[in-house]
């Protein structure tokens, strides 16, 4: 695969991390939008401070990434946020907006801001970072799972708008991922036990192996896949 001028929203750590390195390795130009600092593991990437619920900077993160390389090939638009876990009755109004402007509203900002420069070249990738908890109700996780069944919808309704531009939108789904929004309660080994008997494969998934699938699902060999979320959640669906 020739080398791709990648961008990627919440690269300091997990998921984006992980694609970060990935994406290195592959030789690609990675830029990476976070709010965070730039890890000492990721040298050789453009990192773009940027807060993916601000215009402002999204667009000007935009118009860096266009200076510089002419514009992006693929979106992994991956930034997140979750809060501790609580019921519909217990979620404050504030913790419901600051998850739904992360979640939901900082990826629509980022992809509307970099689909633009896609639009006018005619091609594209954009994967968003949804979560099998857009696909299931779980109680205890009203404005996270609110905010990327969103996310799910917004992906499609990307897909069948910038299809026709050649651009290709896809959203991928992963069940519970080794990362530091699930390090707390995975020292609590009765939470570990009860959710990995649930999960058909008997283990959580690790950034890297969700990495991989999502440049695979923005290659050549996925360019049918579109308007849709793949669910990698070690099979938690099925045995619900």
Known sequence: MSPRRVVITGAAGGIGAALAASSLRRGDSVFALDIAARPKALAGIEWIECDVTDERQVADAAARVDAIAGGADVLFNNAGTRFPASGFLDTAPAQWRATLETNA?????????????????????????????????????????????????????????????????????????ETAMTQELSTDPEWVRARTQRIPLGRFASPAEIAESMHELASESFAYAHGTTVVLDGGYLTSR
């Open 105 to 177: 509203t900082g990826p629509f900002l980022v992809a509307q801001a970099f689909a633009r420069g896609m639009a006018a070249a005619g091609r594209g990738v954009i994967v968003n970072t949804v979560s099998q908890l857009a696909e299931a109700v779980v109680p205890g996780h009203t404005a996270y799972a609110a905010s990327k069944a969103a996310l799910k919808h917004l992906t499609a309704y990307a897909a069948a708008e910038l299809g026709p531009l050649g651009i290709r939108v896809i959203g991928v789904a992963p069940g519970i991922v």
